[in-house]
């Protein structure tokens, strides 16, 4: 019956034995009377056989091995000493408690994995491949770039790729955090891992598995714990001294004073044993890992991924964050913000802004610039039955294009000074774009012909939106304990001071080449006494990625490079989510440290009482699996609020 | 070179630091991290394939049912 049952099912049913055979031989045992006293022994040792088999066998192995502090040995030691003076019920109450010790700890750590096990559910297991004679499923391995998936509703997208067929909303909750899903459309690029809602979706691969979203991301967790934290290591070097140290005492214990004393053997060995009981470091070795596994797998049910326990914990320290500005503040995609169409003489308006939008969108109807692209987008009209021609491009000032028969100009600064106009707004936060008219084609020889003055017909200004949560996620820093923010940006000062302003950034500094945003950092991190967070996205802030303490990387729009230097991204590109992982941080932190103090506190203190004669093996019980227990469980309430925390944003 | 590998019935977590500890002192290997919570052991190593028989051999000595998990 027993075999078909798994090690840990087997493991219950023999504590349960055990424990029940244990319960009747107490009672005999202060019932004298009913039962005589060697029937009540043999009901101990019987129960002592059941459960404690498992360790003294294993003792015996790691013996030949030359393991002597391996805590089955101390476990095996202590009890079978306890058998020797005729403590039969200290030395099977050891023995259980030990066991159902063991059984607690696998429970939790499997309970554990178990919650981060729904982040590995992302890898798929098949692709759907078109060929040409229909359709075949393959393993997502084998797909090639430029191959043609078919995803079906309720599929998960195998690989990263673009839409060439097909429309629907897709769940990338287990990528982001995010509940709310994301419409797609054909011609829209898309991540592995993301749930197809509805809609058949057929899809040109892009990448091969190994650099799919989804293979990125497992790599990532899966080697989040090759990175411990101080804490972590503390607990390992701690754990090499401590054990070999208590062993040694309990030997000195046992041995020196019954010399001096001349006598007392058995009650200075017993005290020697309840060292060896305490002697194990378990509660701090599962405990500490646990609280940071843990505040990780908080991190990741809401979309961010820490790429070790040490960088969870360094988080707990940053006072200072240093923010790029395009695509990590704001969204990166230009929109138009405002539109002005120049004033005639009499005050009046020389067109309507739509007229002046509309014409925008005419001269920039064949660059694909952002900045043409917004302009188009805001238009939003059909451009194909326009009568344009002799579109050229000036490079790096603007366009100019003939229509219906006028030549008409639409571009920087640069561009309106060589048309000879100095007449226009210079001082505003955005980027603008100027449109100017030189009059008919006709009097004009020749497309390159320059014209000696143009009218001047307005301007529209077109700015980087600034994410919805940003100016939240700033003052939320701020009460996490986050005492100075500062955003270096490529930008003009004037730009760069109205998001500053407006998300309520301390300092800024603008105007800044790439390599000039190494050298900012560098000066703001010598100069700070905490530790000092940089967030980027763009593949330029790389360098300063991997300069800081922590690296947070926008992940959903970041480039490749910067994710890879970052030790924290950002899946969903939310900066609201930074407080978030400071706040886990702490409180992960904050559950190691009451482990610590708690675990040492315990054990110091039975280890004297124990010393001093004042302590019993059930005491000694209590020092090493009690106190594994407790940490253990207050470790799990990290996993348990982690789910809080996911329903909290 | 580093390189990640599943361990097969890794069951305490003393028992995953000693491993550690022993594979660290192999003179061939840079560094190594074992994580109980995820089961793995991560190797730096110049030559891993040469390295991960000696790193079975730590782990057996400690935990004799404990697998290096070779794809």
Same mark, same amino acid.
């Given at each position: 019956?027993?075999?078909?049952?798994?090690?840990?099912?087997?493991?219950?049913?023999?504590?349960?034995?055990?424990?029940?055979?244990? #319960?009747?031989?107490?009672?005999?045992?202060?019932?004298?009377?009913?039962?005589?006293?060697?029937?009540?022994?043999?009901?101990?040792?019987?129960?002592?056989?059941?459960?404690?088999?498992?360790? #003294?066998?294993?003792?015996?192995?790691?013996?030949?091995?030359?393991?002597?502090?391996?805590?089955?040995?101390?476990?095996?030691?202590?009890?079978?000493?306890?058998?020797?003076?005729?403590?039969?019920?200290?030395?099977?109450?050891?023995?259980?408690?030990?066991? &159902?010790?063991?059984?607690?700890?696998?429970?939790?750590?499997?309970?554990?994995?178990?919650?981060?096990?729904?982040?590995?559910?992302?890898?798929?297991?098949?692709?759907?491949?078109?060929?040409?004679?229909?359709?075949?499923?393959?393993?997502?391995?084998?797909?090639?770039?430029?191959?043609?998936?078919?995803?079906?509703?309720?599929?998960?997208?195998?690989?990263?790729?673009?839409? *060439?067929?097909?429309?629907?909303?897709?769940?990338?909750?287990?990528?982001?955090?995010?509940?709310?899903?994301?419409?797609?459309?054909?011609?829209?690029?898309?991540?592995?891992?993301?749930? !197809?809602?509805? @809609?058949?979706?057929?899809?040109?691969?892009?990448?091969?598995?190994? !650099?799919?979203?989804?293979?990125?991301?497992?790599?990532?967790?899966?080697?989040?714990?090759?990175?411990?934290?101080?804490?972590?290591?503390?607990? *390992?070097?701690?754990?090499?001294?401590?054990?070999?140290?208590?062993?040694?005492?309990?030997?000195?214990?046992?041995?020196?004073?019954?010399?001096?004393?001349?006598?007392?053997?058995?009650?200075?060995?017993?005290?020697?044993?309840?060292?060896?009981?305490?002697?194990?470091?378990?509660?701090? #070795?599962?405990?500490?890992?646990?609280?940071?596994?843990?505040?990780?797998?908080?991190?990741?049910?809401?979309?961010?991924?820490?790429?070790?326990?040490?960088?969870?914990?360094?988080?707990?320290? #940053? /006072?200072?964050?240093?923010?790029?500005?395009?695509?990590?503040? *704001?969204?990166? &995609?230009?929109?138009?913000?405002?539109?002005?169409?120049?004033?005639?003489?009499?005050?009046?308006?020389?067109?309507?802004? %739509?007229?002046?939008?509309?014409?925008?969108?005419?001269?920039?109807?064949?660059?694909?610039?952002?900045?043409?692209?917004?302009?188009?987008?805001?238009?939003?009209?059909?451009?194909?039955?326009?009568?344009?021609?002799?579109?050229?491009?000036?490079?790096?000032? @603007?366009?100019?294009?003939?229509?219906?028969?006028?030549?008409?100009?639409?571009?920087?600064?640069?561009?309106?000074? %060589?048309?000879?106009? /100095?007449?226009?707004?210079? %001082?505003?936060?955005?980027?603008?774009?100027? &449109?100017?008219?030189?009059?008919?084609?006709?009097?004009?020889?020749?497309?390159?012909?320059?014209?000696?003055?143009?009218?001047?017909? @307005?301007? &529209?200004?077109?700015?980087?939106?600034?994410?919805?949560?940003?100016?939240?996620?700033?003052?939320?820093?701020?009460?996490?304990?986050?005492?100075? *923010?500062?955003?270096?940006?490529?930008?003009?000062?004037?730009?760069? %001071?109205?998001?500053?302003?407006?998300?309520?950034?301390?300092?800024?500094?603008?105007?800044?080449?790439?390599?000039?945003?190494?050298?900012?950092?560098?000066?703001?991190?010598?100069?700070?006494?905490?530790?000092?967070?940089?967030?980027?996205?763009?593949?330029?802030?790389?360098?300063?990625?991997?300069?800081?303490?922590?690296?947070?990387?926008?992940? @959903?729009?970041?480039?490749?490079?910067?994710?890879?230097?970052?030790?924290?991204?950002?899946?969903?590109?939310?900066?609201?989510?930074?407080?978030?992982?400071?706040?886990?941080?702490?409180?992960?932190?904050?559950?190691?440290?009451?482990?610590?103090?708690?675990?040492?506190?315990?054990?110091?203190?039975?280890?004297?009482?124990?010393?001093?004669?004042?302590?019993?093996?059930?005491?000694?019980?209590?020092?090493?699996?009690?106190?594994?227990?407790?940490?253990?469980?207050?470790?799990?309430?990290?996993?348990?609020?982690?789910?809080?925390?996911?329903?909290?944003? | 070179?580093?390189?990640?590998?599943?361990?097969?019935?890794?069951?305490?977590?003393?028992?995953?630091?000693?491993?550690?500890?022993?594979?660290?002192?192999?003179?061939?290997?840079?560094?190594?991290?074992?994580?109980?919570?995820?089961?793995?052991?991560?190797?730096?190593?110049?030559?891993?394939?040469?390295?991960?028989?000696?790193?079975?051999?730590?782990?057996?000595?400690?935990?004799?049912?404990?697998?290096?998990?070779?794809?």
């Amino acid at each position: 019956m027993l075999k078909n049952l798994s090690k840990q099912q087997k493991d219950i049913f023999k504590i349960a034995a055990a424990a029940v055979i244990f #319960v009747i031989a107490m009672v005999l045992h202060h019932l004298p009377d009913i039962a005589p006293a060697p029937a009540v022994i043999l009901l101990f040792l019987a129960a002592y056989i059941i459960v404690g088999y498992g360790p #003294v066998s294993k003792a015996v192995v790691n013996i030949s091995h030359g393991k002597v502090f391996d805590e089955n040995f101390l476990m095996t030691v202590a009890t079978i000493g306890a058998l020797v003076l005729r403590q039969w019920d200290e030395a099977v109450a050891v023995m259980l408690f030990y066991a &159902i010790g063991e059984a607690f700890e696998h429970y939790a750590v499997n309970k554990s994995r178990g919650s981060i096990s729904d982040l590995m559910d992302i890898c798929p297991d098949f692709a759907n491949r078109i060929t040409e004679d229909g359709e075949e499923t393959v393993d997502p391995y084998d797909i090639m770039p430029g191959d043609i998936i078919i995803v079906r509703p309720g599929e998960r997208i195998p690989l990263d790729g673009v839409i *060439t067929e097909g429309a629907g909303s897709l769940d990338s909750s287990a990528l982001t955090g995010e509940s709310i899903p994301i419409d797609v459309a054909e011609g829209m690029a898309v991540s592995s891992g993301c749930i !197809d809602l509805n @809609g058949v979706l057929k899809i040109r691969v892009t990448s091969e598995f190994d !650099d799919s979203t989804v293979a990125r991301i497992l790599d990532l967790v899966e080697n989040s714990g090759s990175k411990k934290a101080r804490v972590e290591k503390f607990i *390992t070097k701690f754990a090499r001294y401590y054990t070999p140290a208590v062993v040694f005492s309990a030997l000195a214990l046992a041995v020196i004073p019954p010399l001096i004393l001349h006598g007392g053997w058995s009650d200075w060995i017993y005290r020697a044993l309840l060292f060896l009981i305490i002697s194990c470091p378990c509660a701090l #070795v599962i405990s500490v890992p646990l609280a940071f596994f843990g505040g990780v797998g908080a991190a990741s049910r809401i979309g961010v991924l820490v790429k070790g326990s040490d960088y969870l914990e360094a988080m707990a320290d #940053v /006072d200072t964050i240093v923010f790029d500005k395009t695509g990590t503040l *704001t969204t990166g &995609i230009f929109k138009v913000a405002g539109i002005t169409p120049a004033l005639a003489e009499d005050g009046s308006s020389l067109m309507t802004e %739509d007229q002046l939008l509309g014409l925008a969108a005419h001269i920039e109807m064949y660059s694909n610039h952002p900045i043409a692209r917004s302009i188009k987008e805001a238009y939003a009209n059909d451009l194909s039955d326009s009568n344009v021609s002799d579109v050229t491009e000036i490079s790096g000032k @603007g366009m100019r294009a003939v229509i219906e028969g006028s030549v008409y100009y639409a571009g920087n600064a640069g561009l309106m000074h %060589d048309l000879g106009i /100095d007449d226009y707004p210079q %001082d505003e936060a955005a980027t603008l774009v100027h &449109i100017a008219c030189a009059g008919s084609a006709d009097s004009l020889s020749g497309a390159e012909a320059e014209p000696e003055h143009a009218l001047y017909l @307005g301007h &529209i200004a077109i700015s980087d939106a600034i994410k919805p949560n940003a100016q939240k996620a700033i003052s939320l820093m701020k009460q996490s304990g986050i005492d100075r *923010t500062v955003m270096l940006t490529g930008d003009r000062e004037i730009i760069a %001071d109205k998001v500053a302003s407006e998300l309520g950034i301390d300092e800024h500094i603008s105007g800044l080449l790439p390599e000039g945003k190494v050298e900012a950092f560098e000066q703001i991190i010598t100069g700070s006494d905490g530790k000092v967070a940089f967030v980027g996205d763009g593949i330029n802030d790389a360098p300063t990625l991997a300069r800081a303490d922590i690296g947070l990387a926008m992940g @959903g729009m970041g480039q490749q490079a910067a994710i890879e230097a970052a030790d924290i991204v950002i899946m969903d590109d939310d900066p609201s989510k930074i407080p978030v992982i400071k706040r886990i941080s702490k409180r992960t932190i904050g559950i190691a440290k009451q482990n610590v103090v708690f675990a040492l506190a315990v054990k110091f203190a039975v280890l004297i009482l124990g010393a001093i004669g004042l302590a019993n093996m059930w005491l000694a019980v209590f020092a090493d699996v009690g106190v594994s227990v407790i940490c253990i469980l207050n470790s799990m309430r990290m996993i348990v609020s982690s789910r809080k925390e996911a329903e909290r944003i | 070179m580093k390189k990640s590998f599943k361990l097969e019935n890794l069951d305490c977590a003393n028992c995953a630091a000693k491993m550690e500890a022993a594979i660290n002192k192999l003179d061939e290997v840079e560094e190594c991290s074992i994580s109980f919570m995820t089961q793995r052991m991560n190797i730096v190593a110049d030559d891993i394939d040469a390295v991960i028989p000696k790193a079975q051999e730590c782990i057996s000595k400690v935990e004799p049912d404990c697998k290096i998990i070779v794809r």
